[in-house]
């Protein structure tokens, strides 16, 4: 039997992504151990407590997203402004509004130009 040896376990935040690799150990004769949890896929006990594990960090991440939607159709609601600045703005003082930012549109300005002149960088 083989086994593949890991620091730590951060393979995937899916049960069935997970389920289909422990799977494809065992067709294969692979232990996986995790050095960092002290588990190895070798025996029941450790595929159960692994399985579990991939079930909770399934959830967390499916409940992070959750929050981050309610929190950002929140926000939206109150009229507040969401997402990322574009390069070449920043937020205006009322802090709703994008203004031009004449440093970072300056670089724009540069890049537009050495990239009109359609030559190669010099290496």
């Not at 151990?33 to 450790?46: C, K, N, Q, R």
């Not at 407590?49 to 960090?57: D, H, K, L, P, R």
């Not at 939607?69 to 969401?82: F, Y």
């Amino acid at each position: 039997m083989y086994t593949v040896i890991v620091a730590e376990l951060r393979l995937t935040r899916s049960v069935k992504d997970l389920c289909g690799l422990l799977e494809l150990f065992e067709k294969r004769k692979v232990a996986l151990v995790s050095v960092a949890e002290s588990l190895d896929t070798g025996s029941a006990a450790g595929r159960l407590v692994i399985t579990i594990m991939a079930a909770v960090s399934q959830w967390e991440r499916e409940a992070i997203g959750e929050r981050t939607r309610d929190a950002l159709r929140h926000k939206r609601g109150k009229g507040e402004r969401v997402g990322n600045i574009p390069f070449g703005f920043r937020l205006s003082e009322d802090g709703q509004h994008l203004e031009p930012d004449p440093t970072e549109r300056a670089a724009l300005a540069e890049i537009q130009r050495l990239r009109s002149k359609e030559r190669p960088f010099a290496v």
